[in-house]
């Protein structure tokens, strides 16, 4: 019943945006006889500009976001954000839930209301999933690196940050990944989740191989290096996460560095180290669902993470928001969050989606035995 | 209902008066939706995807549980559940024993049994979570100890290990084999044991003769409970021991939603048909166990 509501005030959006744009005078590239299809939009212009959106999005008043942690990279205050300037509500579902998850939902609930807009996952499941997507370009389009976005629109990367290891200072001190080898990391050192699994622990592991003579193509080193680790008792299997950090069960802990940054509101002391012989960089990516069940809304969420304000957002949380050469060109970048932001020099390398697989295949088969007791 | 099944089952009676004639079977449907919905259907579908490939039938999903890491989740899983059922059971009934002893509606009694009933349903991420907090690295019973000369992980940390799952699991165990295995001690009467004496029997021939022949049968019942119960549990194993997927629950959950493109849905469900099998197996053993040791009470 909601949704037979729904469809009919999509179809009076359609109609009303349909109505300006003729009257306008304006050629849209929508051909179909009932005018703009907000689930068929490819850019802010297709509603008549961003009050056409904004007013679309109003009408269907919620957004359904998947798989958005309030602790990560700033959601919490991104989310409350978006429904304050809007007032449109957000849906937020599985919060702790992995990339997987997200594309798992949208093939399980396409169709019905619950079904999620929008997706912020890993590159390796994006480009797996693009059938899944619906392409969209953002006002701020010009401001993400050519590199870093689908020509198309079917998916851009958000934010990103480097592979770093954040410790308890008033415990410890670390100068390289080597360290982590003393006795005095005895029953410390985790991962943000198993790398057969989780995509920040894959680099984790990977970060570890650079960092052990390993390349890129091979994480074998990585491998190896976690198995003496566990030999040596200082490696602990469980996943690292805000309460074991604080409550100090996982002192040192192999994570994204915008991630670990936000473990010093628990811990003080809490320290983030990216070693210098092995910066690995890695993006997240934004994309909307081909079922969105609330199509204008979800456009409307990007155009808004997309904006300055937006992309200062995921600044303050620590994260590297993909428009931040552009706005610091622009002059438009939060100066104090970039300052607050962990020191990194050595040359950034970031994972090719076939190393990527490369890296899982060899992780799958050596894994568990590596790390068995 | 029973009234309207009864009248149906008798076929020369006339059909009463304004009533429609429901066949007999009529009272058992719920019972057979409920069971096809959330028994069969769901197994069938395990079953079809374990043997479903990229095209068509196959039998990859089959040959990869060979795989030596997924061969060693499966001694694991198997290792923990029998390792906690054991305990849970033996140490379970001694205390369901101590209980069933005192008076019946005392307030032991009452506070224990309230006790197992909650704590039997405390598994998941708060127990192992609670576990953590007081037993691991930085627990504060592992720091107490620590500051007088005890260190308990001397030789790693034994708590995200095997051994560390089994303690834990036998922590919900043991109150659920209380809750179960009371009824039948509750059956065996007092007047038994002074019959053994009169008779000029012994402890010993008592429980070897009397209480321990009438009690197996629901022993080997609960033991069985017990088994599948830590053979299913996920999340507190998923809390705790989050690398390499030391048990087959974990396995699955990798296999379902692993973001690094080892994602196979297939394995997942070849890895449950695998379970299924266990658990018939370990059934099929517990009948015919109970078919031995229960024959004489019919």
Known sequence: ?373 | MTTLVSSAAEPAGPPFRGRLRVPSWVGVVPFFVYVAAFLILPTAIVVGGAFAGAHGPSLTNISALTQPYILDSFLHSVVLSAASAVIGAVVGAVLAYAVASGAPNGVIRRVVTSACGVLSQFGGVTLAFAFIATLGGAGFITLWLQEHGVNIYANGVWLYQLSGLILVYTYFQIPLMVIVFLPALDGIRPQWREATSNLGGTSWHYWRHIAGPLLLPAFLGCLLLLFANSFSAYATAAALINQGGIIVPLQISNALSSEVGLAQANLASSLALAMVVIVVVVTALYSWLQSRTARWVR
Not at chain 1, 149 to 159: A, F, S, T
Request: with cysteine.
């Open chain 1, 1 to 373: 019943m909601a949704k037979q509501v729904n469809r009919f005030a999509r179809a009076g959006v359609a109609l009303a945006t349909f109505a300006v744009i003729t009257a306008c005078g304006s050629t849209t590239t929508t051909g179909t006889s009932s005018g703009v299809n907000a689930a068929t939009a490819t850019s802010a212009a297709a509603f008549g500009g961003m009050s056409g959106l904004i007013a679309a999005a109003r009408k269907e008043g919620q957004l359904n976001v998947i798989a958005l942690p309030p602790d990560w990279a700033n959601y919490g205050a991104i989310i409350s954000g978006f429904t304050a300037k809007y007032g449109i509500k957000v849906n937020s579902a599985n919060p702790n839930g992995s990339s997987q998850d997200e594309v798992n939902a949208v093939r399980s609930q396409g169709g019905t209301s619950r079904a999620p807009d929008v997706l912020d996952i890993g590159m390796a499941v994006a480009l797996a999933n693009t059938t899944l997507f619906t392409p969209y370009q953002v006002t701020e389009w010009s401001g993400i690196p050519t590199s870093q976005k689908d020509p198309g629109g079917l998916w851009y990367q958000d934010y990103g940050g480097y592979m770093s290891i954040g410790y308890d200072s008033s415990k410890f001190t670390i100068t390289s990944v080597q360290d982590l080898l003393k006795p005095a990391f005895k029953g410390a050192v985790a991962l943000n989740g198993d790398p057969t699994k989780a995509n920040a622990a894959l680099n984790g592991v990977m970060m570890a191989s650079l960092a052990n003579g390993g390349s890129l193509d091979s994480i074998a080193q990585g491998v190896a290096f976690f198995h003496h680790l566990n030999q040596l008792g200082n490696f602990v299997p469980i996943q690292a996460t805000t309460a074991t950090v604080k409550n100090g069960t996982t002192p040192v802990v192999f994570d994204w560095d915008y991630l670990s940054a936000a473990h010093g509101k628990d811990v003080p002391t809490w320290k983030v180290f990216v070693p210098p012989n092995a910066v690995l960089g890695g993006y997240y990516a934004q994309a909307i669902s081909k079922t969105a069940p609330d199509p204008a809304a979800a456009r409307l969420w990007e155009e808004y993470l997309y904006s300055v304000a937006g992309q200062n957002l995921w600044l303050q949380g620590g994260a590297r928001p993909v428009e931040m050469a552009a706005l610091t060109t622009a002059g438009t970048l939060n100066q104090t969050y970039a300052a607050a932001l962990p020191p990194v020099g050595g040359t950034p390398v970031f994972l090719s989606p076939s190393q990527a697989t490369t890296a899982a295949t060899y992780l799958d088969s050596n894994w568990a035995q590596a790390i068995g007791s």
